[in-house]
């Protein structure tokens, strides 16, 4: 009912920038909370960056000063604007979009196939 579709990985070496995006389609009534995450080999799934429906942002250490996210809700579109990139940034990066569903009556986690970004010289 719900695709996600990330775009924006890709191979950049430290200190360098990218952008990526993630757009929702599909059956969508409103979306609450939209994220992105990452998951390097051998490690946990991390959250990257949260936005809630109101503009709210969340980082974690790791990355706050660096990244940035933003949505445009009438492109049901996230975004995460990464700079200053470092080698243990490279990760499969994944979004996140809580979605109701048209004619539903509650919010449900959808995810990004994932994007891979490598940081390396």
């Known amino acids: 009912q719900v695709q996600l579709v990330e775009s924006g990985g890709g191979l950049v070496q430290p200190g360098g920038s990218l952008r990526l995006s993630c757009a929702a389609s599909?059956?969508?009534?409103?979306?609450?909370?939209m994220g992105w995450y990452r998951q390097a080999p051998g490690k946990q799934r991390e959250l990257v960056a949260h936005?809630?429906?109101?503009?709210?942002?969340n980082y974690p250490d790791s990355v706050k000063g660096r990244f940035t996210i933003s949505r445009d809700n009438t492109k049901n579109t996230v975004y995460l604007q990464m700079s200053s990139l470092k080698p243990e940034d490279t990760a499969v990066y994944y979004c996140?979009?809580?979605?109701?569903?048209?004619?539903?009556?509650?919010?449900?986690?959808?995810w990004g196939q994932g994007t891979q970004v490598t940081v390396s010289s």
């Open positions: 599909g059956r969508i009534f409103s979306i609450n909370a």
């Open positions: 996140n979009v809580v979605v109701m569903v048209a004619s539903g009556t509650a919010y449900f986690n959808y």
């Open positions: 936005i809630t429906s109101g503009g709210s942002t």
